[in-house]
């Protein structure tokens, strides 16, 4: 079987009509305050890529890692990027967010493929439980909705006030048809 990220990167660049690339872009945890944009096609670059670096901190501490979907001609152009965050205090769930699909790449399918894709690597690095949350007039809640995600309850958010869904998915349902 293909790599998972090879996969998605092929369905990808049928999608938009280019090939694409992934980075991982991230502050260099040596120290240099630098940002570094690793390529990562495959969950083995992926892994290896984390366990190098001993996994990432971000400005608050938290383990994140920001993924990015770029052309393979300019890598300098987001086609779309999300972050996947360690939860406070649970290694086992993982916090899905961040996610923006560039508008010159919308309404293609680019964050209903790359949903799934978060899924895939969510699973591949070995997390049970991956969450988000959306507005729930928001296009990505449809999209969560049609990938399988359950929505366990929707809120109002006091200091925006507005209208929020939490939603999960158990890794252990992924089934990716
Ligand atoms: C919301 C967002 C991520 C959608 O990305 P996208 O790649 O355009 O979405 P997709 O093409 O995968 O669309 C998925 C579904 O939403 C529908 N949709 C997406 N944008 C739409 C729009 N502007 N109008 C109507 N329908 C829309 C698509 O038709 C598709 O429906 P279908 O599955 O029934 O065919 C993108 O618009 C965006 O980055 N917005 C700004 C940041 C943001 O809101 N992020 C999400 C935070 S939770």
């Given at each position: 079987m293909n790599d998972i990220i090879e996969e998605y990167l092929s369905k990808l660049s049928e999608l938009v009509g280019n090939a694409v690339g992934i980075v991982m872009i991230f502050?260099?945890?040596?120290?240099?305050?630098d940002t570094k944009y690793v390529d990562i096609p495959t969950i083995d670059k992926l892994k290896s890529t984390l366990d190098y670096y001993g996994g990432f901190k971000d400005a608050g501490g938290l383990n994140s890692i920001r993924i990015e979907i770029v052309p393979a001609d300019n890598?300098?152009?987001?086609?779309t990027s999300f972050m996947l965050t360690t939860m406070p205090g649970c290694c086992g769930a993982c916090v899905s967010s961040n996610v923006v699909v560039n508008p010159n790449y919308r309404e293609k399918g680019v964050n209903n493929l790359t949903n799934r894709l978060r899924v895939r690597l969510a699973k591949a690095l070995d997390y049970g439980l991956l969450v988000c949350t959306t507005q729930m007039s928001n296009y990505s809640t449809n999209t969560l909705k049609s990938n399988n995600w359950k929505t366990v309850e929707e809120f109002t958010?006091?200091?925006?006030s507005n209208r929020l869904g939490l939603h999960i998915y158990n890794l252990k349902d992924f089934n990716d048809n």
């Amino acid at each position: 079987m293909n790599d998972i990220i090879e996969e998605y990167l092929s369905k990808l660049s049928e999608l938009v009509g280019n090939a694409v690339g992934i980075v991982m872009i991230f502050t260099d945890p040596e120290g240099n305050n630098d940002t570094k944009y690793v390529d990562i096609p495959t969950i083995d670059k992926l892994k290896s890529t984390l366990d190098y670096y001993g996994g990432f901190k971000d400005a608050g501490g938290l383990n994140s890692i920001r993924i990015e979907i770029v052309p393979a001609d300019n890598k300098h152009e987001s086609i779309t990027s999300f972050m996947l965050t360690t939860m406070p205090g649970c290694c086992g769930a993982c916090v899905s967010s961040n996610v923006v699909v560039n508008p010159n790449y919308r309404e293609k399918g680019v964050n209903n493929l790359t949903n799934r894709l978060r899924v895939r690597l969510a699973k591949a690095l070995d997390y049970g439980l991956l969450v988000c949350t959306t507005q729930m007039s928001n296009y990505s809640t449809n999209t969560l909705k049609s990938n399988n995600w359950k929505t366990v309850e929707e809120f109002t958010n006091p200091k925006t006030s507005n209208r929020l869904g939490l939603h999960i998915y158990n890794l252990k349902d992924f089934n990716d048809n």
